[in-house]
């Protein structure tokens, strides 16, 4: 029999995603897989059902998805109510978080299911890289803050000569040049606007002024490159010799777009309360880092906009990537697939825990959590 590969309707709010879209049904079939589609799964993204079943799928209720597929493929983890559909001997993969949710990865080994986690995958793995939907994700997010910030500036961003006067192009800060870092300046330089970028790693410089931005040099040097091409957190003394410059630079800036993170930590503050006052009237922070435990800026509160008394907008988006659900969904299918494509052989999962990318991302596994990150999570004291 061949296997069953479900696609489950995301149920968080706010998220429009989906996790394959018609296009990609092609080389899962072609592996030999069945396809079972939830109803409405791919609403969010204007996909409609009849769309999935043209492309080879099979329409199913939500009971019969849960009950009827051996792997069910998803976008965010599943609710508490979705872990109790979920039954011994099934896989659920997607962008699950597991360090931000360890008892959930303990609710799905207790129940038996086989838990992969996307935003495991060794991002350095060059083969890996298909695979790879934090990037894919991250890039929309980052194109995505930019024109976010030009729809609240109250100005152009390009340079612009008219009869009826000349605009001045706006000055747009990068703070954080990773995925969306880079794809932010990419934008920003697009809509004309005059682009600089800083990181505290060194070799983002090069990166970033290849997209035309000017890389912010700090006179305190620092270098924080951590594992995996990730920053390390900064000391004490390297923050505030970090801040006292940033917010020279911040004052002249009319948008600033945030993305910095450290792996498993509260995203730095990078823009803090007394730097906002510094800013002009009707300058913009867009902070892509923003989660209910704060973000790049001191002053952002996750999923709102914020008008300071100064008049500078601090906007906070959740889920950014949910906002353009179609090219979202559409990378993602293809992350998503080529990561299950990897651990399917004749038809069938296998996973083979001595191949690099089946060992980073299989979480949960026979009744038990096996990645290590997880179970220091929820036995701090030690005895896994
Ligand atoms: P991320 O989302 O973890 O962080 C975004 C950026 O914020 C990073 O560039 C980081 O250096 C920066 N940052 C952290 N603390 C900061 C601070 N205090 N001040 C200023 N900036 C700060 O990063 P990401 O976008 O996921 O990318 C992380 C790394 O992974 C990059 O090196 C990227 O090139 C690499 N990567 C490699 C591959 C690959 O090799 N195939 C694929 C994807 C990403």
Known sequence: MPMKVGVARETAQGERRVALVPEALGKLTAAGLEILVEAGAGAGATIPDQAYADAGATVVSTSDLYAGSDVVLRVQ????????????????????????????????????VTAISLDAIPRTLSRAQTMDALSSQANIGGYKAVLIAANEYGRYFPLLTTAAGTAKPANVLILGIGVAGLQAIGTARRLGSVVSAYDVRPETAEQAESLGAKFVKLKTAIDATGAGGYARELTAEERAAQQAELNAVIANQDVVITTAQVPGRKPPVLVTAEAVRGMKPGSIIVDMAATALGGNCELSKAGETVVTENGVTIVAPENLPASMPSSASQFYARNISALLLNMVKDGNLNLDFEEEVTKATVITHDGRVVSEAVNKLLNPGGAA
């Open 77 to 112: 983890r599943p609710s508490a109510e979705e872990v109790t559909r979920l039954r011994k001997g099934q896989a659920v993969v997607g962008l699950l978080g597991p360090l931000l949710d360890p008892p959930l990865m303990q609710a799905l080994a207790t129940q038996g």
